[in-house]
Nanobody, 124 residues
Framework: QVQLVESGGGLVQAGDSLRLSCAAS????????MSWFRQAPGKEREFVAGISGNGISTYYADSVKGRFTISRDNAKNTVYLQMNSLNTEDTAVYYCAAGRGTGVVTITRLCASWGQGTQVTVSS
């Protein structure tokens, strides 16, 4: 099991960009598909983006496709979420999660480990 720590959240204006990072500790980081989820106040946690263990396969929610990019550096045990053209609907707590295998994980109950979350607030 991996331990995850997110960073990079903050307050930005609509149209701005932000990059989130998730540092993982534990063994064999490349053995885990990694994903970003987010949870807005009063809403359920939702999938944002995922990447396979080898970094070749990626998958995005329709709401962020073309604006967000997920990537990973297995040498640094880190996964990133580059967020461009942010809007107020992107305001949420963003969570990093590890799957149980190398594939992309899009469902919360299939995630084995979670970070503590980082707040992203987009003002109009």
């Amino acid at each position: 099991q991996v331990q995850l720590v997110e960073s990079g959240g903050g307050l930005v204006q609509a149209g701005d960009s932000l990059r989130l990072s998730c540092a993982a500790s534990g063994r064999a980081f490349s053995n885990y598909g990694m994903s970003w989820f987010r949870q807005a106040p009063g809403k359920e946690r939702e999938f944002v983006a995922g990447i396979s263990g080898n970094g070749i396969s990626t998958y995005y929610a329709d709401s962020v496709k073309g604006r967000f990019t997920i990537s990973r550096d297995n040498a640094k045990n880190t996964v990133y979420l580059q967020m461009n053209s942010l809007n107020t609907e992107d305001t949420a707590v963003y969570y990093c999660a590890a799957g149980r295998g190398t594939g992309v994980v899009t469902i919360t109950r299939l995630c084995a480990s979670w970070g503590q979350g980082t707040q992203v607030t987009v003002s109009s």
